[in-house]
């Protein structure tokens, strides 16, 4: 099962897209900048794969849903989303309020 639905944070419109596949679920909340997602982004291969294309994102681990995911510290980030003041350790939301 996919959900897809509009978030708003103080706002700013973004879209938060939860997957439920078996044994795991992908979270991800976006804007056309950037996202963040769980743990299942590899932000390794973003970086050294396909670091000419300067992706926004960032991942968290242990999240179960889009509320823990916006409320959870960012782990990992990639190069390119220093541009708008991510590194680790940023909390979710935060981040992405971050974006234009």
Known sequence: MMTVEPLFLE?????????KLPKT????VSNDVGYIMCGALDVDLLNEKLA??????????G???IEQLLAAPLEKVT????AYGWKP???GKEALLLLP
Not at 52 to 61: F, K, L, Q, W, Y
Not at 79 to 82: F, I, M, V
């Open 52 to 61: 000419d294309r300067n992706i926004i994102s960032g991942r968290a681990v």
């Open 63 to 65: 999240v179960k849903t």
């Open 25 to 28: 679920t992908l979270l991800v």
């Open 11 to 19: 706002g700013k419109p973004f879209t938060a897209v939860t997957v």
């Open 89 to 91: 350790g940023i909390i």
């Open 79 to 82: 190069e390119a989303s220093a």
